[in-house]
């Protein structure tokens, strides 16, 4: 065998290695995306659930009750919004996110408010829930302990 052809069979070899693993290692990644949007979306699905819970808890306990609860938000909120429009029907939680189908919205049957310094950023947060009334009601106001 000579030199011309082993180099030439390890370039064929090389190059068929190159076409095969070139569109698996884009395949791969492209389903690392979905997956991790996927996996936020789900966990923000969970953490409205969990707020809705403890808010609709505190509310029919009534004032002065509050609660704390440590939350995780994930990379990529946008914002976290309440609608309200100040019916008997509730309030809406919702939080937008990037690279997301939609947007995660949980109903409640009871009045929600967030608190107007409230960031919701990556990371933990130590949420207070606090039932507060004023003219219009009874309502669940949501804020973050001060660190």
Known sequence: MNKGQFAMEY???VGFSLVIITPMIFLLY???GSTRTEVQYEHLVELSREIIFQAEKLYYQGPPSQTTMQAYFPPGILEMTI????????AYLEFAIEDSPGQVSQWSRV???IDDGF?????LHVLVL???TDASGQY???SEKDQ
Do not use: A, M
């Open 140 to 142: 669940v106001l949501i």
């Open 30 to 32: 492209s389903e690392y």
């Open 130 to 132: 606090q039932v507060k």
């Open 119 to 123: 960031v919701p950023f990556q990371g």
């Open 11 to 13: 370039f064929l070899v």
């Open 111 to 113: 009045p929600i408010k």
């Open 83 to 90: 609608f309200d429009d100040g019916s008997i029907l509730g």
